[in-house]
């Protein structure tokens, strides 16, 4: 199951090309925050702050991937340039938290 987790379409990509299963807008961060993050690794620590309390707060969205989880495999897709600084590891743990306390 290949899920994109990003909020906005990644630019230059085709949806063929992008061969996903499922677009999960809302496990993304909100546009202010992502606004507010830029990918400014100094923002680094804050932003995961934020945006985990944001998950906290979305129960059917992350309801939702939990079971996609749940059912095997899942390939969350992103289109973040710099990958050591993307919501979509925060997600990623956020959910192994989440699913190991089950």
């Known amino acids: 199951m290949r899920v994109l987790v990003d909020r906005v379409w ?3 990509v085709t949806k063929k090309a992008a061969a996903l299963d499922l677009w ?3 496990v993304a961060p909100t546009t202010a925050l992502r606004k507010w993050y830029g990918h400014e690794p100094a ?7 934020r945006y985990r309390a944001e998950l906290s707060a979305r129960d059917e ?3 939702r991937l939990s079971s996609l989880i749940e059912s095997g495999r899942v390939t969350l897709l992103y289109a973040a340039r710099e990958e ?3 919501h979509a590891l925060v997600l990623r743990d956020f959910m192994r938290e989440r699913l190991s306390h089950h």
Do not use: C, H, I, N
């Open 24 to 26: 999960l807008k809302d």
């Open 84 to 86: 050591g600084l993307s």
């Open 43 to 49: 923002r680094w620590a804050e932003f995961q702050t």
């Open 61 to 63: 969205a992350v309801a």
């Open 10 to 12: 990644p630019r230059g």
